[in-house]
């Protein structure tokens, strides 16, 4: 369990973590000379269970709030420490509406420098502090009345702490790494060490993270975790980790993040829920405030989504908008201040790290954030399966709320998902869409057919892109695949249409094309032009071209470039040329092609580079530098043509 206090400046808060684990946390020479302390400190105390609890000791001063701050990310339980001459003060007041807004309800009260009043005084300040704590979350903690400097009532609030800590159930140690640096420092014979609370996952040595957002690999070289030497350190406890890589001590500050790779997604902005305390100021949009999330301070606005203005007491929707980028993960806890960091304006919790660009306000964007801020991913999940209409983007889903592989697959089976997966995604729908996606598919082609009905049907990703230009090639591929099985439509090379629909050639252009065939496969990779076609045959050039165009609707005949048209045959010819030259671990190229296909010099590079380029457009390759390679070739070096 790890431990922060809270409380005013100068009443007694180093001193009592002093009293409970026999260390100073005040680290820094000024701190020491001055007798305030001014930045975080740390201690630790073992427990006769052999576990260890954790002190974060927190500046109190008005100025400090963004070191106090920095300090409460990651705690389990708050030490609330009041001086029994000052009673109640102002920063008091103020880091309890802190740990309230951050959700930090476990803790207890501990009011100081009962050596220094008579009884009475003593019994005023615990007046005033139930009247403090009075509907708040610490309104049931209990109190204790101590000196740390005569020890009084401070074994018995050390014996609370350990009984605490020892019912205190831990942070599952699930989802990837993630810790909030607090502080970088060299260490000599060690190199740079950062620290940290892990908020989630596991770290262990010699594991390879990142540091984000500045983008930083870096490998585990040592750990100590609760200020001992350890092998692992989990969620939930105090990290330091020595760390290997191209950057230096001065290249990292807090703020910044250590985390799985995975987990190395810079944001700008989000939307959150948040909640005005009732005793500050209306909160105004796009109002300039400080962003305080993990131990990170950065500049941002405030855009309301569902209000103009929000009032004390009130809660709204909004979208943060930053000034530079940083990490967050859906149910993260942030503060804001006012643009001058003297007070602050409100809190509240992460919603959605992957906002839309638009339509932010609508009612159904609303109802969304609204089944987001439950929390509940069963709830959340169901509810986006049934307002997305392409499926859910469960990679994206996964890592906005830190899941493990397992868990989100699970969640899929429980709500009774349907899930298409590839090597780069993974697509959740729920019955109503996917049969929603197949009526609008059908709906599309008997569209088209009745438009068209001389063309044998829709290509693949024209259809596709009809649809949706959101949904994605796996889905369609499994939504085109299942009514094709069923019977629905059929296939015909590139081209989808509905099983009843049939689009055939006259016979008097049927009987024109066989003459006009024989042109085209006496040099099947270099066929006559359009123009040279008509010549050769006496016929129109138009004629010609119209009759070409109609047979390439029916797949018999490709257009390669500008009035030049080769047969479905040469084409899969060339298609298996092309993957013949991809198989040596390069691509195709100009050169290479034609000197597989011209070898008899009826052809030249221009022809070559024309049928590269054919099938970089219809997605069979794809260019990369002067060479053509097979899409996803390096899982599938045997591919066969088709134009998906």
Known sequence: MLIGTAGHIDHGKTALVQALTGVNADRLPEEKKRGITLDLGYAYTPLSDGTVLGFVDVPGHEKLIHNMLAGATGIDFALIVIAADDGPMPQTREHLELLDLLGISRGAIAITKIDLVAEERLREVVKQVADLVKGSHFAQSPVFALSSVKEIGVKELKAFLEQEAQSYQSTP???????????????KGVGTVVTGTALAGSVHLDDNLVISP?????RVRGLHVQDRKADAGYAGQRCAIALKGDFEKSDLHRGM????????????????????????KTLKHLQTVHVHLGTEDIVGRVALL??????????????IQLERETLALNGDRFILRDAGGQRTVAGGKVLDIFPPGRYKRTPERLALLDHLATQDLQTNLRFLSEISEVGVDLERFRLAWNLEQDEILQ???????????????RIGLSANVWQNLQNSLLAKLEAEHERAPDMIGVEFDRLRRMISVNLS???????????????SILQNRAWLHLSTHSAELSEADRTRFEHLKVLLEKTPFNP???????????????????????????????????????????????????????ANGKGATIASLRNT??????????????????????????????EHVLRHAETDRDRTWSVR
């Open 173 to 187: 140690s699930k989802g990837s790494f993630r810790l909030a640096i607090d502080r970088a420092f060299t260490l």
């Open 214 to 218: 500045a983008g930083f690999s870096a």
């Open 257 to 280: 993040w250590l985390t799985d790779p995975a987990l190395a997604l810079p944001v700008s902005r989000f939307q959150v829920r948040l909640k005005v305390p009732v005793a500050q």
């Open 306 to 319: 569902d209000c103009k203005k929000a009032e004390p007491g009130e809660s709204a929707f909004a979208e």
């Open 411 to 425: 969640l899929c089976d429980v709500i009774g998902l349907q899930v298409i997966a590839d090597n780069q995604s």
């Open 473 to 487: 090639k796996p889905v369609f591929e499994a939504l085109c695949n299942s009514l094709i099985a069923d019977g």
């Open 528 to 582: 006559p032009r359009v123009r040279d076609v008509a010549r050769l045959n006496g016929m129109a050039e138009f004629e010609v071209r119209k009759l070409f165009k109609r047979l390439s609707r029916l797949g018999e005949l490709y257009p390669v470039a500008r009035d030049h048209y080769f047969t479905a045959q040469a084409v899969e010819a060339l298609a298996q040329i092309v993957s013949q030259l991809n």
């Open 597 to 626: 296909i011209f070898s008899d010099g009826s052809g030249g590079r221009k022809v070559a580079q024309q049928i590269l380029e054919f099938f970089d457009r219809v997605g069979y390759t794809r260019r990369l530098r002067d």
